[in-house]
T-cell receptor, first 110, second 110 residues
């Protein structure tokens, strides 16, 4: 299978619990942020995005929080399900280019 | 994966051989991107194109070449000059800041 997850931080949660995945970004000029989900052997899937003029955005079962003061981004997944198991990574954007973090493995225990 | 297709899913390259990875999109997005993904690392930008007949080098362009003759197509050639080509290659298409990814091609060296 896909070995993209080697040496990445891992978050293990019980099915039904909430998950919080964190990301530190580097460029204070970044004005756009995206969270992606990547399952083994597949391409990244867009989850949710947020612009720098916002500090919170909600989607279906997911919430993204942005703290520009400390350059921190988090993804909250409510009622985590086994199908949420994947690698999650954030991307910061300026212009039409994105810079990607290495990712966090989310493992959901049934 | 949306309307982005990549082929083949697996590709084997012999020493000194050039190989071409296909990327096609039917999303009508102007911008297209090629990334390389290695275990434990974030995606790294190889080349990108914001319009037909124009493309720019990304962060790791050495040993790669691209063309953008049609809006729908952005093939990537891995040349013999790329000494460490084994990786998972991802193509993306973008509208504004958001990029949507294809399913990827895994390149292996024989």
């Amino acid at each position: 299978g896909e070995s993209v997850g080697l040496h990445l931080p891992t978050l293990s949660v019980q099915e039904g619990d909430n998950s919080i995945i964190n990301c530190a970004y580097s460029n204070s000029a970044s004005d756009y942020f995206i969270w992606y989900k990547q399952e083994s052997g597949k391409g990244p899937q867009f989850i949710i995005d947020i612009r720098s003029n916002m500090d919170k955005r909600q989607g279906q079962r997911v919430t993204v929080l942005l703290n520009k003061t400390v350059k921190h981004l988090s993804l909250q997944i409510a009622a985590t399900q086994p199908g949420d198991s994947a690698v999650y990574f954030c991307a910061e954007g300026y212009g039409n280019k994105l810079v990607f973090g290495a990712g966090t493995i989310l493992r959901v225990k049934s | 994966d949306g309307g982005i297709t990549q082929s083949p899913k697996y590709l084997f390259r012999k020493e000194g051989q050039n190989v071409t990875l296909s990327c096609e999109q039917n999303l009508n997005h102007d911008a297209m991107y090629w990334y390389r993904q290695d275990p434990g690392q974030g995606l790294r930008l190889i080349y990108y194109s914001q319009i037909v007949n124009d493309f720019q080098k990304g962060d790791i362009a050495e040993g790669y070449s691209v063309s953008r003759e049609k809006k729908e197509s952005f093939p990537l050639t891995v040349t013999s000059a790329q000494k460490n080509p084994t990786a998972f290659y991802l193509c993306a298409a973008g509208l504004g800041e958001t990029q949507y990814f294809g399913p990827g091609t895994r390149l292996l060296v024989l």
